[in-house]
Nanobody
Framework: QVQLVESGGGLVQAGGSLRLSCTASGRTFSSYAMGWFRQAPGKEREFVAGIRWSAVSAYYADSVKGRFTISRDNAKNTVYLQMNSLKPEDTAVYYC???????????????WGQGTQVTVSS
């Protein structure tokens, strides 16, 4: 069982930056793929970024590529999402997810955090 707790959301102006953190409980964090998803009001949850257990490879949605960076610190059981050049359309609740499968689909993740709100004003 893995429990995930996100933090770091907030209100920021367009062009600004935020860093989200997701800390996991459990001793097998290093073996899990981690992902960030987001859900805006009235829209489906969408993939944002993912990273393999080894942190060798990361992958991103086209909408955030070049602006967001996912990273992980297995010693701290934490995954990060550095978000730069934020746009109003990035406004959403951001969720951290974990599973041995991973990938770009939410179906690849069994464990989810409670979400953290990110609001980007224009």
């Amino acid at each position: 069982q893995v429990q995930l707790v996100e933090s770091g959301g907030g209100l920021v102006q367009a062009g600004g930056s935020l860093r989200l953190s997701c800390t996991a409980s459990g001793r097998t964090f290093s073996s899990y793929a981690m992902g960030w998803f987001r859900q805006a009001p009235g829209k489906e949850r969408e993939f944002v970024a993912g990273i393999r257990w080894s942190a060798v490879s990361a992958y991103y949605a086209d909408s955030v590529k070049g602006r967001f960076t996912i990273s992980r610190d297995n010693a701290k059981n934490t995954v990060y999402l550095q978000m730069n050049s934020l746009k109003p359309e990035d406004t959403a609740v951001y969720y951290c997810a974990a599973d041995v499968r991973g990938g770009v689909s939410s179906l690849g993740y069994d464990y989810w955090g409670q979400g953290t709100q990110v609001t980007v004003s224009s």
